[in-house]
């Protein structure tokens, strides 16, 4: 079993963290927030005062947070962290954020020997829950290699997608592609509903057809039609509409350095910004149902 350095004890970070306890690890935690700090305590972990009390003599060091400044600060700001780890230490970054910061931060590990992964997740806050997130590595074999035998206890999906950033970059693909696919199931399902078709009988039948995807599959977004879906529990999240939001325009960043014309990404950017802007941020993102019905 591993001793693990925990910072970051949000919606995603904490039922990770308690998943690392349930497996076995030794885990120091850090939070801006004693509540989140408290409840990981409850569950076995040891609470530490500050971020570099919680690293110390940490085979890994993992974090969760809300942005590319904070991942920044964190690392290689005045007095950043990796000034005070060992090259024997795998450090993975779970945080969603820009891919330039992720190169940064971890090109800067490199150059002091140590094998650091930007590892952003997709699974939202259930799967986070049950331990079966999908995670997104970007970094060097040897370090991949490393961070499997420590990922494996908090998801079920383990990828290496290339160099430093290339997990950021690969998030921002998938959940483009997440939105995307939403927006177009939602109006193919109220299309329907307008017309008077049952949109249960009209997933199934588009489940069997070449429209089937995952919003329709797992997280349908019309009420009533799939009983565990945030739709039929008014919207809760789930993944909010904030966050989505949040990575679309990562993915815009991410397009715009490539010279990449995306327009149905800006598009559905566009709408989920609209949806917001209408008071509906802290709902689940498969909302923008609402806006058609």
């Known amino acids: 079993m591993a001793t693990v350095g925990f910072i970051g004890l949000g919606n995603m970070g ?3 963290a308690k998943n690392l306890l349930k497996a076995g690890h030794k885990v120091n935690v850090f939070d801006l927030v004693p509540a989140a700090c408290d409840a990981l305590a409850k569950e076995g972990a040891l609470v530490a005062s500050t971020a570099p ?17 904070h991942v920044a600060e964190t690392y290689i700001g005045q007095s ?8 024997e230490t795998c450090v993975l970054d779970c945080s969603t954020i820009d891919a330039e910061t992720a190169r940064r931060v971890g090109e800067t590990a490199e ?17 986070a829950a049950a331990g079966t997130l999908s995670f997104m590595c970007g970094g060097t074999a040897d370090s991949f290699e490393k961070a499997k035998l420590i990922l494996k206890d908090m998801g079920k999906n383990i990828f290496h997608a290339g160099p430093h950033g290339s997990g ?30 049952d949109p249960k009988v009209l997933s199934e039948i588009m489940l069997a057809s070449s429209g089937r995807n995952w919003s329709l599959e797992v997280y349908n977004p019309y009420p009533g039609v799939m009983d565990n879906a945030p739709a ?6 789930g993944f909010m509409v904030d966050l989505m939001l949040k990575d679309l325009r990562l993915a815009m960043e991410i397009a715009e350095a490539a010279g990449v014309d995306n327009a149905m990404g800006q598009l559905a950017k566009d709408l989920y910004e609209k949806h917001q802007e209408a008071g509906h941020g802290r709902l689940d993102f498969s909302s923008v149902q609402n806006r058609l019905t």
Do not use: R, W
């Open 111 to 127: 150059k002091s020997g140590i094998g650091f992964m930007d590892a952003p997740v997709s699974g939202g806050v259930a799967a």
């Open 168 to 197: 950021q970059v690969a998030k921002g693909c998938n959940n483009m592609l997440l939105a995307i696919h939403m927006l177009g199931t939602a109006e193919a399902l109220a299309m329907g509903a307008k017309h008077n078709l």
């Open 80 to 87: 950043g962290l990796l000034e005070k780890i060992g090259t």
């Open 14 to 16: 904490g039922p990770m």
């Open 53 to 69: 009390d919680a690293i110390k003599n940490s085979d890994y060091i993992i974090s969760m947070l809300p942005a590319g400044e």
């Open 232 to 237: 039929s529990n008014n919207y809760q999240p």
